[in-house]
């Protein structure tokens, strides 16, 4: 399994206020990936990185920025957090040459 | 627009019988697809894949089967563990893009 991981694991913040979720990445894989959980949505992509400083949207995309800067950390920036992005939230990461990808273990994010 | 859909929410199966989860797609252009495995406060772990150019793939106790024409995959679990018990997603993706779609998920119990 790929050594990924997120911080922070669990966020509780104000409805307004900026948020900022790391992923962090050791097997220099070149594409990394934001999800959000839901009940009832499954696994609903918001970002993904297919190299550094290379980004495109998901399918839930509005609310949500992403940077990357160095091939081992992506980042997904809440600029004013709401309730409804209320969520748990993977990162994941895929080799160039392979289908599969590894996630992280979650944030869990709570807007009141 | 649900892509990629598991229609079943839930499946409860004895130890040591099979289980057998359901997906279905409606995007003729996916030729890969994939089941991940989750467990209560962790990320989903890749289990097992298939691509289009086969209907069937094992591995141990798991085995997904393809239906092209029917726009199904299932993944079979022979014998059932109690340690099987927990969310299955399926996945689907094309091999010209970067990203998968995900479904809704199923959870699978296990009874001793």
Known sequence: ?112 | DQQVKQNSPSLSVQEGRISILNCDYTNSMFDYFLWYKKYPAEGPTFLISISSIKDKNEDGRFTVFLNKSAKHLSLHIVPSQPGDSAVYFCAAGKSSGDKLTFGTGTRLAVRP
Request: aromatic share 12%; charged share 25%; glycine share 8%.
């Open chain 1, 1 to 112: 399994d790929a050594g990924i991981t997120q911080s922070p694991r669990h966020k509780v913040t104000e409805t307004g206020t900026p948020v900022t979720l790391r992923c962090h990445q050791t097997e220099n894989h070149r594409y990394m990936y934001w999800y959000r959980q839901d009940p009832g949505h499954g696994l609903r992509l918001i970002h993904y990185s297919y190299g550094v400083k290379d980004t495109d949207k998901g399918e839930v995309s509005d609310g949500y920025s992403v940077s990357r800067s160095k091939t081992e950390d992506f980042l997904l920036t809440l600029e004013s957090a709401t309730s409804s992005q209320t969520s748990v939230y993977f990162c994941a990461s895929r080799r160039g040459r392979s289908y599969e990808q590894y996630f992280g273990p979650g944030t869990r994010l709570t807007v009141t």
